[in-house]
């Protein structure tokens, strides 16, 4: 697997020119964006002040004429996009993927399936789940697969109304672990903890209904930044060996975001949140921002970067039974 500078060296060599010419792309796409919603917006105003101003209930027609536009805007805006974003992806993102490993395979509008995130047992059963930027391959013998993932929880409001909340954005990865287990271990990020102290913070992490036994590992450090919950205690420490958990924090670490972790039917589940959709082509910022392409880059590199983080290739000996209670 190719290295960050490695990467950084080939999206230059011999991805640059193409993302000259997406540069030239990507303005005129911001100029038709901004002018046809400047004309529809424009349209808009005219209509209100000639029929709609002099209502009894004109802020009603006034906040509809808003909702309308903004709704408007969205959908004209990944119209406009479509194109441009598939191209992109199949011209950089995708040769990107290769460089990185050939063995990789890379599908832009598929994405992790529902039931895989729901098996994970990390978030709630989502009402709405899509996603994109499928990666699905193999690293030595590991097989791993990632996507984009945006998951959403119906609700209605103090009036009634249907809203959705956001239970997860960001990158989400599936690996195989490198040894066998029966229960299931799951691992958040510890905001009690963190905001209330130990003594409180570790009472409310108890307290925590909706997950499995609260598990104390011996990791300080681990434990002032993870909260583990499983069914089975002794497996749980037979998966967070010492060299794990500092692999697990040195992770954390790399990523700069909230990750969630669990270990369910010998698989590992991580969840990054970004709180945005990866990979994804900007047309308000130039495209030739080193800081843009150093996220594309670091963030294909990092997914991949657990196998060898977490040691998940090495099989040789830890690649057996849990010893039961």
């Known amino acids: 697997m190719k290295t960050v500078e490695e990467l950084t060296s080939f999206y230059y060599s011999s991805l640059y020119k193409s993302l000259e010419k997406f540069e030239e792309k990507r303005k005129k796409l911001r100029f038709k964006i901004i002018f046809v919603l400047f004309i529809i917006f424009w349209n808009m105003v005219i209509v209100y002040f000639f029929f709609f101003y002099n209502k009894a209930n004109n802020t009603d027609f006034l906040t509809f004429f808003l909702v309308a536009f903004f709704i408007l805007s969205s959908f004209l805006f990944k119209y406009f996009k479509r194109d441009y974003r598939n191209e992109f992806k199949e011209k950089i993102i995708k040769p990107l993927i290769k460089e990185l490993d050939p063995n990789l395979n890379y599908s832009a509008n598929l994405h992790i399936q529902k039931k895989d995130f729901i098996n994970s047992l990390l978030f709630e059963k989502p009402d709405k789940f899509n996603g994109n930027d499928f990666i699905l391959g193999q690293i030595d013998s590991t097989k791993i697969q990632f996507s984009d993932v945006h998951a959403q929880k119906r609700y209605k409001d103090s009036k009634g109304r249907t809203k959705y909340l956001t239970l997860f954005q960001g990158l989400f990865i599936i690996a195989d672990f490198n040894k066998n287990f029966q229960g299931r271990t799951i691992i958040l990020p510890d905001f009690a903890q963190n905001a209330f102290g130990d003594f409180i913070g570790s009472w409310l992490q108890s307290k925590n209904q909706a997950r499995e ?113």
Not at 307 to 321: A, D, F, M, T
Request: cysteine-free; hydrophobic content about 40%; aromatic content about 10%.
């Open 213 to 325: 036994e609260l598990v104390k590992m011996d990791n300080p450090d681990f434990e002032k930044e993870f909260v583990v919950y499983s069914n089975d205690q002794i497996e749980a420490r037979y998966i967070l060996s010492h060299s794990l958990m500092e692999n697990l924090l040195k992770f954390k670490k790399k990523t700069k975001h909230d990750i969630s972790i669990s270990f369910v039917q010998n698989n590992i589940y991580l969840a990054i949140n970004y709180d945005k959709d990866l990979f994804e082509p900007t047309v308000f910022k130039s495209l030739l921002n080193e800081e843009i392409t150093k996220e594309y880059i670091e963030t294909l590199v990092l997914a991949l970067s657990i196998v060898e983080q977490l040691k998940l290739n090495e099989r040789l000996w830890s690649r057996k039974e849990p010893i039961n209670s």
